[in-house]
């Protein structure tokens, strides 16, 4: 999975929640994407590609995470919702 993340930019957003660390790494196209590792690379994976909408675009949409009870929640914006809270 170290090939998968060679080509991420700006890796930040490191947070525990549970037994895994879960960060963000941004893309050649300038989108955001929400990872998961438990430190080995078998157990680090992409989970979802973090405002994947043109409505969400905006200057001022930005990505929330917080940690509670083992559990990750953060922000996401979609065409179909907007920006809700996501677990």
Request: some cysteine.
């Amino acid at each position: 999975n170290d090939t998968l993340l060679r080509n991420k930019q700006n890796l930040g957003g490191l947070i525990l929640a549970g037994n895994k660390i879960f960060f963000t790494a941004g893309t050649e196209d300038f989108k955001s994407e929400l990872w998961v590792t438990d430190g080995t690379a078998a157990g680090t994976k992409k989970l979802i590609t973090l405002n994947n909408s043109t409505a969400c675009q905006s200057p001022g949409v930005g990505i929330e995470t917080m940690a509670y009870n083992g559990k990750l929640y953060f922000s996401n914006c979609d065409d179909e919702h907007g920006n809700e809270i996501w677990v």
